[in-house]
């Protein structure tokens, strides 16, 4: 069993920046595809960024590409997640999700998941 917990939320205005992190633990990180999803009030989770255990490539949703950037640290069992430029539509419950077998913009690939982080971006 894997165990998630996220970190880093909090309220920020636009144009700001900010760092959440996911530590695992249960498992070997390294044996871990990751990946970040976010779910705003009334919406559907969505896609946000990925990183594979493999090889560390990395996905990005569009609308976050250039302003956000996943990585992994596998010595501390972490991911990341560095928000910049954020705007209010970056408001969302951010969480950290992990498989070791498959990894996909879809939630329901991810077998892992955290609680959540709350990130609130003011206008």
């Known amino acids: 069993q894997v165990q998630l917990v996220e970190s880093g939320g909090g309220l920020v205005q636009a144009g700001g920046s900010l760092r959440l992190s996911c530590a695992a633990s249960g498992r070997t990180f390294s044996s871990l595809n990751m990946g970040w999803f976010r779910q705003a009030p009334g919406k559907e989770r969505e896609f946000v960024a990925l990183?594979?255990?493999?090889?560390?490539?990395?996905w990005y949703a569009n609308s976050v590409k250039g302003r956000f950037l996943i990585s992994r640290d596998n010595a501390k069992n972490t991911m990341y997640l560095q928000m910049n430029s954020l705007k209010p539509e970056d408001t969302a419950v951010y969480y950290c999700a992990a498989d070791p077998d498959y990894y996909s913009r879809t939630p329901p690939t991810y077998r892992y998941w955290g609680q959540g982080t709350q990130v609130t971006v003011s206008s």
């Open positions: 990183i594979n255990r493999s090889t560390s490539n990395t």
